[in-house]
């Protein structure tokens, strides 16, 4: 069992930045890959960024890139997200996830399969 928890968050006027922390504890060492997804209100939760375990390989959905950076350390077990640039529609409760697959189609990153969720953090960004 893995669990994950989420920090971080909070209000941030637009063009601003915010570093987003999720720990890991518990079967770690068991975990694949670990990632970012997010939901803002009203609609669905939709990926962000992941990266495998193992290496150094990194995937962001589309309109992240350039403005998110994923990274980790594995002595701490926590991965982060950082985020700048950051826009009103980046608003949303933030989530840690880990386990699964993650890579890249053609069609773009995918990450599926996942274990375990954190709870969320939530981020605000105003105009």
């Known amino acids: 069992q893995v669990q994950l928890v989420e920090s971080g968050g909070g209000s941030v006027q637009a063009g601003g930045s915010l570093r987003l922390s999720c720990v890991a504890s518990g079967r770690t060492f068991t975990t694949p890959a670990m990632g970012w997804f997010r939901q803002a209100p009203g609609k669905e939760r939709e990926f962000v960024a992941a990266?495998?375990?193992?290496?150094?390989?990194?995937y962001y959905a589309e309109s992240e890139k350039g403005r998110f950076t994923i990274s980790r350390d594995n002595a701490k077990n926590t991965m982060y997200l950082q985020m700048n640039s950051l826009k009103p529609e980046d608003t949303a409760v933030y989530y840690c996830?880990?386990?699964?697959?993650?890579?890249?189609?053609?069609?773009?990153?995918?990450?599926?399969?996942?274990?375990?969720w954190g709870k969320g953090t939530l981020v605000t960004v105003s105009s």
């Open positions: 990266m495998p375990w193992s290496s150094g390989s990194t």
């Open positions: 996830a880990s386990g699964g697959s993650v890579g890249r189609t053609q069609g773009g990153p995918y990450y599926y399969g996942i274990d375990h």
